[in-house]
C-alpha cells in the first residue's frame, strides 16, 4: 500500500512555543491531506481538509490561526501548531488519499504514524 | 444523530470465535466505505475497502446495505492478534469525499 510518513514522531515542547509536523506521501501523489487529532480513548477527530494548493478547510471549532496548514506540493503537508498549550497535547495524525477520477474505489486515506505532542 | 455510529464495545471474544460489527451512517448519499484497524496508540491502518457487492479477505468479511444505510465487518476465527479498535470510515459525496469516522468499535480476543 501507498506509505505515509510523518515527522516528527513525538515532541515535547514548552507552553507558548509553535511546534511545526511534517506530513509526506512517499510513493504517490496526495491531492488532498487531512488532519486528525485523537486525545486517548477517543475516536479520531477531523481538524482540516488540506487540498495541494489552495487554502486548507477547517472543520467547526478549529481556529484556523492557530493550527496553519500549508499544502505546497503534492507530497507534503505541514501542520504547525502555534503557540501551544498544554491543552493542546494530543496525537495528531495526518493522512493523504489519492483521489482517482470520479469513483470511490481507491479513495482510501492511508494514514501516517502520527505525532504525538506534549506541552509542558 | 451522528453521521457514523459504531457500537464502541468491548466486544471480548474469545479465540476461534466469530464476531461481527456494524456501523451505520446517516447520510444516504453516501458513496465510499472502508474499515480501519487501529491499534493502541498506533495511526489507523486500512483494513479492507466495502464494496456494494460485499468482499472478502481471508477471515473478514465486509458488506454494505444501502438500503439500511449500515456496513458490516465479520471476523471468523479469531486471533488474539485481531484485538483492535476498528473504525469505520464512510466518505460523504460533494466531489471532495469527505471521511467521516465512526468512533470505533473495541475488540479483545482472549485465550
Known amino acids: 500500500g501507498a506509505v505515509v510518513s510523518q515527522h516528527p514522531s513525538w515532541v515535547i515542547c514548552k507552553s507558548g512555543t509553535s511546534v511545526k509536523i511534517e506530513c509526506r506521501s512517499l510513493?504517490?501523489?496526495?491531492?488532498?491531506m487531512f488532519w486528525y487529532r485523537q486525545f486517548p480513548k477517543q475516536s479520531l477527530m477531523l481538524m482540516a481538509t488540506s487540498n495541494e494548493g489552495s487554502k486548507a478547510t477547517y472543520e467547526q471549532g478549529v481556529e484556523k490561526d492557530k493550527f496553519l496548514i500549508n499544502h505546497a506540493s503534492l507530497t507534503l503537508s505541514t501542520l504547525t501548531v502555534t503557540s501551544a498549550h498544554p491543552e493542546d497535547s494530543s496525537f495528531y495524525i495526518c493522512?493523504?488519499?489519492?483521489?482517482?477520477?470520479?469513483?470511490?474505489?481507491?479513495?482510501?486515506?492511508?494514514f501516517g504514524p502520527g505525532t504525538r505532542l506534549t506541552v509542558l | 444523530r451522528k453521521e457514523v455510529e459504531q457500537d464502541p464495545g468491548p466486544f471480548n471474544v474469545p479465540e476461534g470465535a466469530t464476531v461481527a460489527f456494524n456501523c451505520t451512517y446517516s447520510?444516504?448519499?453516501?458513496?465510499?466505505f472502508f474499515w480501519y484497524r487501529q491499534d493502541c496508540r498506533k495511526e489507523p491502518k486500512l483494513l479492507m475497502s466495502v464494496y456494494s457487492s460485499g468482499n472478502e479477505d481471508g477471515r473478514f468479511t465486509a458488506q454494505l446495505n444501502r438500503a439500511s444505510q449500515y456496513i458490516s465487518l465479520l471476523i471468523r476465527d479469531s486471533k488474539l492478534s485481531d484485538s483492535a479498535t476498528y473504525l469505520c470510515?464512510?466518505?460523504?459525496?460533494?466531489?471532495?469525499?469527505?471521511?467521516?469516522f465512526g468512533r470505533g468499535t473495541s475488540l479483545i480476543v482472549h485465550p
Open positions: 493522512s493523504a488519499r489519492e483521489v482517482r477520477g470520479t469513483s470511490a474505489r481507491g479513495n482510501e486515506q492511508f
Open positions: 510513493d504517490f501523489q496526495a491531492t488532498t
Open positions: 447520510n444516504s448519499a453516501s458513496q465510499s
Open positions: 470510515v464512510v466518505n460523504l459525496t460533494g466531489g471532495s469525499y469527505i471521511p467521516t
